[in-house]
């Protein structure tokens, strides 16, 4: 463990004066906001029936406007099952509304962003009075075998999770980084689900998605000249699709071997990581996406290694990004050092301009 | 937060009295945790209630006694994220000063480097700092704590180092300017 980080956040912690509270301060006090809040519960109770009485209507007809789909993210409960926490990831994504119930448990899915390289969805399981929860997500989309017209769901990776958002309704959602050949512009998910929490039973749910809209908003640029050099090493940028959300980077780097011994630098998935940032130091993110090239290649007197990483695309009037490379630094016990950036390898993206919709 | 086992099993048997020694010992230091990830105290005490209700309501569950850090750290960073979801849509809470900074605080530039850095982290990549550095977990409890694969920890945790990093070197070399 790093002396320097914890003692920045052993310092930072101790900045503020924690309220001196007992275990029964807070039972009675969650107890006397429930008594002081009594008056209210019949109006929130018809609040809530009515509120009910609107989503069932919503949920038989299948759509959701978006009208109504930003209006229903401004009701409390109601509004955390339609809108995803990444703001452009949520105006991208597209209300679903499909909804299967058995054991007296509603799983619904609510809203679903797909670009063709991943998928992210939002669901919701109501349960019943006297539900006994577990303490792993009540649902897991993520080993669901879940089909793409017709097709298994193919995908590097997938995260997720849920949590209770009120007395019987837990929330969660879920990401899958899809593998780059199974690129379909629209499609059906099917999504069959056998158990929730400890409860076998059948629910399967028909989710639409089309990245039409997202592709149209998609800039592709084989930018020239961003290439760096150092130690030995070359990194190309080849490609950047600049998408409303996520930017996708396909790069290239090359190591000189040398005629004895091993090469200075691990390239792969486990020697390296990527960083990108804008030229004000905001960082964008830098992940692994898509098929990958694990190792690298040995081609002649070189190692060649093909990789494509996503960002969080920055606003309009950022003019070009950064990206670095970033040596992984394993110690023992899984423990990881500081990891070395390798700053003089970074390549400065220049991003088009035509993209500033001046 | 060193709680002994024996406090902790007898939580797991319901034991009232157990519960309230728990809190005692464990309290500020989960106000603490939720503060660095939150930045706002208000909602550090309330995420940090929450949780200790949800402990108190499950407590039965635990079966492993030795399990019961990572489940508590597991329920309260949740209960931090989630009230980050929730407050998201109505108010930058990070743009907001400290309403407890006195002036010691403010003449500090190091603490205020400090806090410009975690500022300049989102959500998860705070989570993943404190987890590891604060509350001294390994990286593997940290992602099992977080709900987060290993690659994605490291990945974030790196990511909060770098800026971290970067942030205190700048103020170093550069002196620095606040508004």
Known sequence: MSDVFREALMEDAARIDVSQMTWQQVKQGRGRIRKKNDWRRRLFFYGVGAAGFLIIAIVASGFVSPVMAKALQKIPIVGELY??????LDQYA????????????????????YDGRQLYLIYAVEVPEGYKPTNLPQINLTTTKIQLDGEPLSFQSAEGGDSLISTNIYRGDVYWDLSSEQILRNGTLTIPIHQVGTIKGNWTLSVPVSNEKIDKATHYEFPQDASSTYDGITLTVNKINKG??????SMQLRQQLPA????????????????VYTPSNQALGGEYIGNQQYYAEKV????????????????????????????????????SGNCPHLTQLAVIIPLDDENDGD | MDIPEEIIERVCHQEEQAYEELFRL??????????????????AEEVAQDAFLKLYVHRQ????????????????????????????????????????QNNDILQSERRMLIDEAMKRLSYSERTA????????????EAAKAAGWKLGKLKYRLNRARHVLTQVIDEGIKGGVQYV
């Open chain 1, 83 to 88: 809108a995803f926490d990444h703001p452009k």
């Open chain 1, 94 to 113: 597209s209300e679903v509304n499909t909804s299967a119930t058995d054991q007296g448990i509603t799983v619904s899915v609510s809203k679903a962003y």
């Open chain 1, 244 to 249: 409303p959300v996520h930017t996708v980077i």
């Open chain 1, 260 to 275: 004895n011994g091993k090469p200075k630098y691990e390239l792969g998935l486990k020697g390296m990581n990527f960083v």
């Open chain 1, 300 to 335: 002649g007197n070189e190692e060649v290694w093909d990789v494509t990483i996503k960002c969080e695309t920055p606003s309009e009037n950022v003019k070009s990004i950064i990206v670095e490379p970033v040596l992984r630094q394993e110690a023992e016990d899984g423990v």
């Open chain 2, 26 to 43: 464990s309290w500020d230091q989960a106000v603490r945790t939720c503060w660095l990830i939150l930045r706002h105290q208000h909602d």
């Open chain 2, 61 to 100: 569950h635990l079966q492993n006694v030795r399990a019961f850090h990572g489940w508590f750290y597991r329920i309260l960073v949740n209960t931090a994220l989630d009230k980050v979801r929730k407050r998201k849509f109505v108010i930058n809470i990070d743009e907001i000063s400290l309403s407890n």
């Open chain 2, 129 to 140: 700092v404190v987890l590891v550095h604060f509350i001294g977990f390994t990286e593997a």
